[in-house]
């Protein structure tokens, strides 16, 4: 700590009242509850309460001017002992910093800012916890029929979350009283956890719609027919519509992502005709005596 004349910026020969004036001009204007937020405005207040507890009581400051103790409140040793003893004045008393009477010389002409700062101490004694905030990434699957998760916060509690059936990405679940605990009489605050739906790797998605490749067969994709398709949740059966090509789009109607509201969007299948791995000789040679398939171009564009 500094020369407490220097911090309250008052001459050495100031009076006791000149002293108290420069002491309330100060915190009027450092006080932490009037500069919310503000770690040098809250440290610069803790100085001046410093300073003026020191020489804003006369026998303190007559026994500091005297170089009786330093300024810290705490005894000098004497000039002719040697030995280093210290009796610590700073912390058996009050600074006045978060109590009520740390604001009694501020004066009858400022009792609005008085009462001001004697209710903010009281509300700093008995204020509310912290609400603690939690990202929680779930499956779609998991979004869409909803579950119970088990999380650990960042405090260390263990919470047991449910998720709600059709929930959406980026919204956010509020556990009331499950933050940290508050001051004094004040209630726990409450933990946030904020949903994110993570991707599934088998779908693209866009919006609430979902769209996946699923690969078909010549046989299927000429004939027709029955096959089990992938969804979020399982898998359905869709009919593969006679003479479908690669690239045709089939929709299954609300088997996409939550989209609020109990609803879902749609989910669309790609197809895709994929050959047998081995080489088939009846496939070949059918290829090569079918005259009309030679005579189809697929590329020629048609209105």
């Known amino acids: 700590m500094t020369d407490p004349y220097d911090i309250l910026g008052v001459a050495r020969s100031a009076s006791n009242d000149e002293i108290r004036k420069a002491y309330r001009s100060l915190a009027k204007r450092l006080h932490p509850d009037l500069n919310p937020g503000d770690p040098t405005a809250e440290e610069k207040f803790k100085q001046i309460t410093g300073a003026y507890d020191l020489i804003g009581d006369p026998e303190k400051r007559k026994r500091f001017d005297a170089g009786e103790i330093d300024e810290e409140g705490r005894e000098r040793p004497p000039q002719w002992d040697d030995r280093s003893y210290y009796r610590d004045y700073a912390d058996s008393g009050s600074s006045g910093y978060g109590e009520s009477q740390g604001y009694g010389d501020f004066g009858n002409e400022d009792?609005?800012?008085?009462?001001?700062?004697?209710?903010?101490?009281?509300?700093?004694?008995?204020?509310?916890?912290e609400d603690l905030h939690y990202r929680l990434g779930v499956t779609l699957a998991e979004a869409i029929k909803g579950g119970q998760k088990r999380i650990t916060m960042p405090g260390g509690s263990v919470l047991d979350v449910t998720i709600p059936a059709g929930i959406t990405d980026g919204k956010m679940l509020r556990l009331a009283r499950k933050g940290t605990a508050g001051a004094g009489t004040g209630s726990p605050g409450d933990a946030l956890i904020e949903i994110e739906v993570l991707p599934d790797a088998r779908f693209s998605q866009e919006g609430s719609d979902l769209t996946m490749d699923v690969a078909i067969s010549i046989s299927e994709a000429v004939r027709g027919g029955k096959i089990r398709v992938p969804t979020p949740t399982g898998t359905v059966e869709m009919t593969i519509p006679a003479r479908s090509s690669s690239g045709t789009k089939l929709r299954l109607r609300g088997q996409?992502?939550?989209?609020?509201?109990?609803?879902?969007?749609?989910?669309?299948?790609?197809?895709?005709?994929?050959?047998?791995?081995?080489?088939?000789?009846?496939?070949?040679?059918?290829?090569?005596?079918?005259?009309?398939?030679?005579?189809?171009?697929?590329?020629?564009?048609?209105?």
């Open 111 to 129: 009792d609005f800012l008085a009462e001001f700062l004697r209710r903010n101490a009281q509300a700093r004694a008995n204020r509310p916890g």
């Open 256 to 303: 996409g992502a939550p989209m609020g509201g109990g609803k879902r969007g749609d989910e669309f299948v790609r197809l895709s005709i994929v050959l047998p791995k081995e080489p088939d000789p009846a496939l070949e040679e059918f290829v090569e005596r079918w005259e009309s398939g030679k005579a189809h171009n697929p590329r020629e564009v048609t209105s």
